[in-house]
């Protein structure tokens, strides 16, 4: 089935350090989007990123993605990260329509601690 | 303004009651979705629905059920609700085209005693 893989719990950077939080996922749908949202305490998951086009970069916010159907990977970065910038981040896929469900899977998401 | 809005915020409940999670959306989205949300695990989907009285179970639908009505309108039930299911859920809607992504509510933080 499809699934979405974010094997870090937990990462702890320095202010300034870059940030690279890792997104893997399987699927059998060439076209199925990957997302990245951003969730802070005691507000709504909300929107970051997104991508369906192979090899090609997406950014927003300072925040910038790849996705990688060869690896299928679609990793987070950026380049300083802020004190601001500590969250919850999911990597989310989305099945499209045609395939039977529009499903969003979720990864089990990334904490991002960023600290002085 | 695009908004999903959840009621309650925050809820108690004893174990074995009744419990009534409310999602509402402005925007005329076909597809709504509920979540729940445990440390670890990540968001988990309960239910999907593709427009009124069209509901697909999601990857943890027991002791769930849905009710869509109305396409603006998409509930959560719990029947006689058990300790196991204290935890905050989140509902989201999005049209069907697969290239808009989901936009979630605020959640609602169940905890059942």
């Known amino acids: 089935g499809d699934s979405v893989t974010q094997k870090e719990g937990l990462v702890t950077l320095t202010e300034g350090l870059p940030v690279m939080l890792n997104c893997t996922y399987q699927?059998?749908?060439?076209?199925?989007?990957l997302f990245w949202y951003v969730h802070y305490l005691n507000e709504s998951p909300r929107l970051l990123l997104k991508?369906?086009?192979?090899?090609k970069r997406t950014e927003h916010q300072g925040f910038h993605a790849t996705l990688h159907k060869s690896s299928s990977s679609f990793h987070l970065q950026k380049s300083s990260a802020q004190l601001s910038d500590s969250a919850l981040y999911y990597c989310?896929?989305?099945?499209?329509?045609?395939?039977?469900?529009?499903?969003?899977?979720f990864g089990q998401g990334t904490v991002l601690s960023v600290i002085p | 303004d695009m908004k999903v809005t959840q009621m309650p915020r925050y809820l108690i409940k004893r174990m074995g009651e009744n419990v009534l999670l409310e999602c509402g959306q402005d925007?005329?989205?076909?597809?709504m979705y509920w979540y729940r949300q445990d440390p670890g695990l990540g968001l988990q989907l309960i239910y999907i629905?593709?427009?009124?009285?069209?509901?697909s179970e999601g990857d943890i639908p027991k002791g769930y059920r849905v009710s869509r009505k109305k396409r603006e309108h998409f509930s959560l039930i719990l029947d006689s609700a058990k300790t196991n299911q204290t935890s905050v859920y989140f509902c989201?809607?999005?049209?069907?085209?697969?290239?808009?992504?989901?936009?979630f509510g605020e959640g609602t933080r169940l905890s059942v005693l």
């Open positions: 989201a809607s999005s049209p069907r085209q697969n290239n808009q992504a989901p936009l």
């Open positions: 699927t059998i749908y060439s076209n199925a989007f």
């Open positions: 991508s369906s086009t192979d090899n």
């Open positions: 989310a896929l989305r099945i499209p329509p045609e395939g039977g469900n529009n499903k969003l899977t």
């Open positions: 925007m005329s989205h076909e597809t």
């Open positions: 629905s593709y427009d009124v009285d069209s509901n």
